[in-house]
């Protein structure tokens, strides 16, 4: 808050405090706590039967799918992948900003991110659950979806594919949700034992006993738990990279011009952070202003994640001008329609779209005026993932809908049922966040009390260091 | 080589013939007086193994479990799961192509061109293949109709017969209306009945008639018939409006005899020069080397100028110092009579298919100048019996009916009521004509009117037989028990005359009293019959034509435009896919793709692309037609590049009754539409287009105005792009076009066979190949000899069970077919190029769609070809994304049948894939099975030329070429050693197995004269 030059508390910039307003180790239990322990207020009753009802359309539109056939969607003998694809690659994408201020800025020793992993952990795994439905429900036969896993059997033994990217994806996501599930729910152990220690429900009481997994608060254990913490920081890390490398290969491995290029894998990497981070920052805009949070995330950390989007969305905007330098500069006349075709083609509203989202909002980030006005960056961050939604559309469906023949070249319109999952997705995506919000803590107190006395600096010895 | 000499009953007789077959030679037994009860026993087994198949098919839904039963007592010979072919005529049009059907389970699942057969020549066309499917057609009537109250033969034969009695009796006038497809004997058994009466007489009309040939050689030749055209003997074909590869007259013999004489097998041997002229985009004209687009009405100066430049050339007398102008510039002409002329003589060709008999005398003109009658390139010594009809005789009984004078009128094959612009006045003449009598299998427009219904069985099962040109005759036998109570027309005739007779036995007693006789080679009738029963054709002594040519039939010609010049005109012509209405009840060629057009499910109002643009008008816009003499029509528009301006194309054989049957076609979804509503009719008939001028019928003329109703008409269009020029504002300079389909003309291809030059790719590869020590199977398809006529991609529907999927899903583009024709057009106006091409799965060695899949369901096999294996597969639709042909079609639904008995037409050996599953080309796998079973079951090594693809097997160009790669002598590693060969996106590495040949055009760039051989 602004450098005092005076005074016993002198702060330099580089060492801000991450919490505001003087906070005790012990305030940081009760504000946390609070909104555990009492009734949900309306607004959150609001949300949640929004998201209900939202998640019941999607719902409904699915079992509809699972009735008639693939055919209720909008896609065609052209383009075979539409909507499903696209909200499955958008929602992992999500996900890997949680595991970024996870893993990767804990390894890079980030204090900042203590304020926001706990939250940024949940909308990941809420978004791979919600990414996951998707290859599963786009399939002709779900019922028979058991057949990408390399299960024992007597017919050979019949393996599955595993030069097909479709199977790494398999292999990827589900590793993706188990470490993260597994990060998370270890990450959160000492807070679900804070927790035990502070429920006066008898039946909270017991769930919390039952996975806090006898947390006691020893020395021991929380040196074991660091060291753990640290273990699965390290095996998350190259998840971050690795996983979105996959899927970006359902589109790299295959031929078709706008897919089959070497650029994806790290301008998916870079997009999905990008998107991700935007997410984040949509839902703790949100959740700081309803559950009074402001103290812990504070504008700082709604800066520094601001500049992470502008990294990341600079890559993307780089990578976008690559493959069009590429694509002409190649001479494939294949690969320069392509690119036309996106740019002034049918689809040229989904592109301008993406571009403008994409490569012009997050330019507004740079001053330093905007970052710090947190209703417009809240504003940007909802375009940055309209953007990155519509650019996952854009490389899937207009690379897939004029390809090499012209006598196949088709257009193609969602259906009501595809709009009905998609929004789907958002419904389930958010009642289990606002679930999440209601009865686990939205702050990892433990890792925020590590850094409460952060800046404080060495002449304030009074409060007694950190705890 | 033929298969026939391999195996030798390949073709069987008839099914009772194997019955007869089993009787001890009783002494003069001659077939014809079996004993009854032990035919009986073996075709009561045979119908009841049909009738338990049929009744398990009945049953069978997805995943149910029911019990076989096998036959308690076998018939001899017929092991379940083998094939058995007979020999029979196809009924779908009068061309009458020999056929193969293919009995499986007990019934017939397949036509196959007969090979020896010489109409079809082992070819089949669309409609041919698809007739099949009518076979099976529930809605076909069962028994008999007594003013429009089902009954039964004997109440129906009691009452006709005492009337015929009292006609008799009453000396009263009777007509017989029928069409060209009229056997021999059914000819026969009618002028028989005929002769009872004492004014009774037969009137062949044919929908799309060709009456106006036959009158122009009455007069120039004396000889009042339509030649037989020999395209293979002409070097020259200049066409006026005669689409001889789509619908005129009999396009596979046409088909085959055209492509006879445009090869290039690595050097050139003959290759033909083709002209067309026309006012709308047909198919022929699509494969002309030459198209001069003419304005409608301006045929006849078109001939009359091309006549008088040949005369003038040839120092012979022109027809008129004075010809209106045609549209047709001089120069045009003077090329053609330069190309027609400087040759020597009887190489040409000139045809019409306009019904107009001042243009026919003067085509006939021509030919005689250009010695065509002479070389017998038009053949009136063995005149086509094909189209038979006769407009004037048509007209007298519009006349008769109209003043009441008729007093019993049987129809036969034909829907007068429908297909004629005075269709609704015949009907209501037929409504106080004392016995009108129609042998209809459906309650169609002309039915509705009849007092009697009394129907015919499918051309699959009954006997009749077929004489397409004079002395080439041809049996057409049952291959499968009537579905339904229906009886042959000579039965009926019989029986109504006092004569108890079958079928079978009336052709016999035809044949041995007419044709026999005209045998040459000394054979009994026994052998005689039974041969023919077995080859399926037999040709026989003809009686001599004096014929010679009349030049003073020139006389009095009428030069007169046919059109105003300047306004909108309508043309009508056949469909290519529902004929001229007769097979609208067909849903597989509702959904076969138009050839020119790609549109199904309905009919357009097509317009010139200028036209279009005038009038504001996009393809789907609702326009209604309307003629000065109050005829209305409502169609949506189809703005086709390549018609003259003036021009309205529509076609004919829509707006049938009773294709509301179609509703239930396609799967029920929240936001699908029926194919069509309750109620509705799918297309409009354009049959009041139609004029009659100067005694003929006149298929083109008709002055139209049009206006847009504004209603957006949804076009179930299965391309979307015509195209290989890409988007003028998204092309880059040096990529406008794409390679895809490649073009050279014969003097190119003269000078790189001189110079050998051949280029191919090498591939090379860091990875081992597919080891594939057996059998390599490839396809090669010569875009040469391929017309574009989709017989090809009816016959894969039949062959692989390939489900209907309705006009919603086709306008979503998911139609299922495996096989397409891609038809791509260079430019825009009238002046435009049109090539096809076949697109099938490619097989690709290094295929992309394999290494996507997750579940490995499509694989390899170890001869090449690429596999879906159905049951593995997901459906997560990665190949179908991943494949750079998009030949790969996906289960969106389950699709309904119409109903259950068109199970029946199903192929046994063929998969039924569930929703959720892809599939694509196999390259038939069953018949490749087929063939190395039986191959090892003989002990003998698989030759080439055995395995035939459907779709090559249909061809009537055989321009698909089936073959192991791996054979060096064998057919397709011959082809693909053409100078003409490439592959298509060869420079993706994937390696496909089917090879292309390139177009060939008979011209120059620069449109000068033409080098032939």
């Given amino acids: 808050m602004g450098d005092q030059m005076s005074g016993p508390n002198v702060y330099s910039e580089l060492r801000m405090p991450l919490v505001d307003g003087n906070k005790r180790v012990g305030d940081i239990t009760a504000d946390i706590c609070r909104p555990l322990e009492g009734r949900a207020g309306p607004l959150w009753w609001v949300a949640f039967l929004t998201a209900v009802t939202v998640l019941g359309v999607g719902v409904a539109a699915v079992g509809y799918l699972f009735s008639k056939g693939v055919g209720v969607w909008g896609l065609n003998r052209t383009v075979g992948w539409g909507f499903d694809i696209t909200n499955f690659v958008f929602w992992v994408g999500i996900g890997h900003a949680g595991t970024l201020i996870s893993a990767v800025l804990f390894l890079f020793r980030q204090r900042w991110r203590t304020a926001v992993n706990r939250s940024a952990e949940a909308m990941t795994i809420f978004a791979v659950m919600c990414a996951g439905i998707f290859p599963l429900i786009h399939m002709g036969r779900p019922w028979l979806a058991f057949f990408v896993f390399p299960y024992p059997n007597t017919r050979g033994p019949l393996w599955i594919n595993f030069r097909s990217a479709l199977c790494w994806d398999v292999f990827a996501i589900s590793t993706y949700f188990m470490i993260s599930l597994g990060f998370w729910y270890i990450g959160m152990i000492p807070d679900l034992a804070t927790l035990r220690d502070r429920t006066v429900s008898k039946f909270k009481k017991k769930i919390f006993a039952f996975f806090s997994l006898g947390w006691d608060g020893s020395m021991r254990t929380w040196s074991r738990y660091e060291t753990v913490y640290l273990l699965l920081a390290g095996l998350a890390t190259p998840l971050v990279f690795s996983v979105h490398t996959i899927v970006s290969f359902d589109f790299a491995t295959a031929l078709i011009p706008g897919w089959h290029t070497t650029i994806f894998p790290p301008y998916f990497v870079a997009g999905a952070i990008f998107s991700g981070l935007a997410m984040v920052l949509t839902l703790m805009l949100i959740a700081r202003k309803t559950m009074g949070l402001e103290n812990y995330l504070t504008s700082r950390h709604v800066d520094s994640m601001c500049k992470l989007i502008i990294g990341t969305g600079g890559i993307v905007g780089l990578a976008y001008a690559t493959e069009f330098f590429i694509a002409w500069y190649s001479g494939n006349e294949y690969e320069r329609f392509v690119f036309i075709n996106r740019a002034l083609g049918p689809y040229a509203w989904a592109y301008w779209t993406m571009v403008s989202c994409n490569v012009l909002v997050p330019q507004f980030l740079w001053f330093k005026k905007i970052r710090a006005n947190l209703m417009i960056v809240w504003i940007l961050t909802i375009f940055i993932n309209i953007g990155m939604w519509f650019e996952r559309f854009t490389i899937i469906v207009t690379s897939l809908h004029r390809d090499f023949l012209p006598s196949s070249w088709t257009y193609y319109i969602p259906s009501k049922i595809e709009i009905a999952t998609l929004m789907g997705s958002f419904g389930l995506f958010f009642t289990c966040f606002l679930l999440f919000c209601r009865f686990l803590p939205v702050l990892a107190m433990a890792e925020v009390k590590g850094v409460l006395g952060y800046a404080r600096g060495r002449a304030s010895t009074e409060n007694g260091g950190s705890s | ?1013």
């Fill in chain 2, 1 to 1013: 080589m033929k298969i026939k000499d391999q195996v030798k009953t390949k073709y069987r007789l008839s099914l009772q013939q194997d019955a007869i077959d089993e009787q001890p030679q009783q002494a003069g037994f001659e077939g014809g007086g079996a004993d009854r009860s032990r035919v009986e026993r073996r075709t009561f087994l045979k119908m009841a193994g049909f009738t338990v198949g049929a009744g398990l098919s009945w049953g069978c839904t997805r995943g149910g479990d029911r019990k076989l039963v096998p036959y308690l007592v076998a018939p001899e010979e017929v092991v379940p799961g083998r094939p058995y072919w007979y020999a029979s005529v196809c009924g779908a049009c009068p061309a009458g192509c020999g056929v193969l059907a293919k009995n499986l389970d007990g019934r017939p699942v397949k036509l196959e061109g007969n090979p020896d057969h010489p109409i079809s020549q082992g070819g089949l066309c669309a409609i041919g293949q698809a007739s099949v499917l009518a076979l099976y057609d529930a809605k076909r009537l069962k028994a008999p109709f007594n003013r429009g109250q089902e009954s039964d033969w004997s109440i129906v034969d009691q009452e006709i017969s005492t009337e015929i009695e009292r006609l008799v009796a009453s000396g009263a006038k009777v007509r017989f209306l029928t069409d060209s497809c009229l056997g021999p004997t059914d000819s026969h058994i009618i002028e028989q009945f005929l002769d009872r009466f004492d004014d009774g007489r037969l009137v062949i009309y044919d929908s799309i008639s060709s009456s106006a040939i036959a009158d122009a050689h009455a007069l120039s030749h004396g000889i009042r018939a339509v030649p037989r055209y020999h395209f293979e003997k002409a070097d020259f074909i200049v066409s006026f409006d005669a689409d001889f590869l789509g619908t005129w007259i009999s396009p596979v013999e046409y088909t085959r005899g055209y492509r006879a004489g445009r090869r290039f097998d690595g050097e050139l041997r003959a290759f033909s020069h083709h002209t067309q002229f026309e006012s709308h985009l047909s198919l022929t004209g699509s494969n002309a080397d030459q198209r001069v687009v003419v304005r409608p009405g301006g045929m006849r100066a078109a001939v009359a100028h091309l006549a008088d430049t040949v005369a003038r050339r040839l120092g012979k007398k022109v027809l008129s110092s004075d010809l209106p102008e045609s549209g047709v510039e001089q120069t045009v002409m003077d090329d053609i009579c330069k190309r027609l002329t400087t040759h020597r003589p009887g190489r040409a060709l000139i045809v019409s298919g306009e019904n107009d008999r001042q243009i026919q005398l003067i085509v006939n003109h021509l030919n005689e100048m250009l010695g065509a009658y002479d070389a017998g390139v038009v053949d009136l010594e063995q005149a086509s019996l094909q189209r038979r009809g006769d407009d004037r005789a048509l007209l007298e009984l519009r006349d008769e009916m109209a003043r009441g004078e008729v007093d019993a009128l049987f129809i036969r094959g034909v829907n007068p009521v429908y297909d004629l612009p005075f269709g609704q006045e015949l009907a209501a003449a037929m409504e106080g004509t004392a016995l009108v009598v129609s042998f209809s299998d459906q309650h169609n427009e002309t039915a509705e009117h009849a007092a009697f219904v009394c129907p015919e069985p499918h051309f699959l099962e009954s006997w009749s037989d077929s004489e397409p040109v004079q002395g080439v005759f041809a049996i057409r036998q049952p291959v499968l028990r009537p579905i339904g109570n229906s009886r042959t027309m000579m039965e009926s005739l019989a029986r109504w005359t006092g004569v108890s007779a079958e079928a079978r036995d009336i052709i016999r007693d035809s044949w041995r009293q007419r044709v026999f006789p005209r045998a040459a080679d000394g054979a009994t009738f026994r052998q005689f019959w039974d041969k023919t029963l077995h080859d399926g054709w037999t040709e026989v002594a003809r009686d001599a034509v004096e014929s010679a040519y009349d030049a003073g039939a020139l006389a009095g010609l009428n030069l007169r435009p046919q059109a105003e010049p300047k306004s909108l005109v309508a043309v009508t012509h056949a469909s290519m896919a529902v004929f001229d209405g007769r097979h609208a009840h067909n849903a597989w060629l509702h959904e076969m793709p138009d050839p020119i057009t790609k549109m199904t499910w309905d009919n357009f109002a097509a317009i010139a692309t200028a036209t279009a643009r005038e009038h504001g008008l996009q393809t789907g816009d609702e326009v209604r037609l309307t003629t000065p003499d109050g005829v209305a029509l409502t169609l949506p528009v189809l703005v086709q590049p390549g018609l003259h301006g003036n021009a309205i194309a529509v076609a004919l054989g829509y707006g049938r009754k009773g294709t509301d049957r179609f509703t239930a076609i396609g799967p029920r979804w929240l936001e699908g539409t029926p194919t069509i509503e309750e109620g509705g009719m799918i297309g409009a008939n354009a049959a009041p287009l139609i004029r009659i001028v100067d005694g003929n019928l006149q298929f083109s003329g008709r002055a139209v105005t049009l206006e847009a109703t504004g209603v957006k008409r949804p076009v179930g269009c299965t391309q979307q792009h015509h195209s290989l020029y890409i988007p003028e504002r998204l092309a880059i300079e040096e990529n406008e076009r794409r390679d895809i389909v490649r073009e050279t003309t014969v003097i190119a291809l003269k000078t790189e066979s001189a110079h050998g030059e051949h280029g191919h790719d090498e591939h090379l590869s860091l990875w081992e190949e597919h080891a594939m020590p057996d059998h390599h199977w490839g396809l090669s398809v010569d875009l040469n000899a391929c017309t574009g006529c989709s017989a090809c991609v009816v016959s894969c529907q039949a062959e692989n069970n390939i489900p209907v999927v309705g006009r919603d899903e086709v306008v979503r583009s998911r139609e299922m077919h495996w096989m397409r024709i891609d038809r791509y057009y260079a430019g825009e106006n009238e002046d435009i190029d049109v090539v096809f091409m076949p697109m099938m799965c490619q097989h690709c060695d290094n295929a992309p769609c394999e290494t996507v899949c997750p579940v490995q369901a499509t694989a390899q096999s170890a001869e090449g070809l690429n596999q879906q294996i159905y049951n593995r597969c997901v459906g997560t639709r990665y190949c179908a994304n991943n494949c750079p042909y998009k030949v790969r079609r996906f289960n969106w639904f389950n699709y309904p049948k119409e109903d259950r008995l068109q199970n029946l037409a199903l192929n046994p050996d063929v998969t039924i894939r569930t929703r959720g599953v892809m599939e694509k080309c196999s390259l038939c796998v069953q018949r490749i099975q087929y063939a190395k079973i039986e191959s090892k079951r003989q002990g003998r090594p698989i030759t080439d030329g055995e395995i035939e693809p459907a779709c090559a097997q249909s061809c009537p160009a055989k321009a698909i070429v089936f073959g192991d790669l791996n054979d060096p002598e064998s057919r397709l590693v011959r082809a693909n050693q053409d100078p003409r060969q490439y592959q298509v996106l060869a420079e993706l590495g994937v390696k496909p197995v089917v090879s292309y040949l390139k177009k060939v055009r008979n011209r120059t760039e620069s449109g000068g004269s033409d080098e032939r051989s």
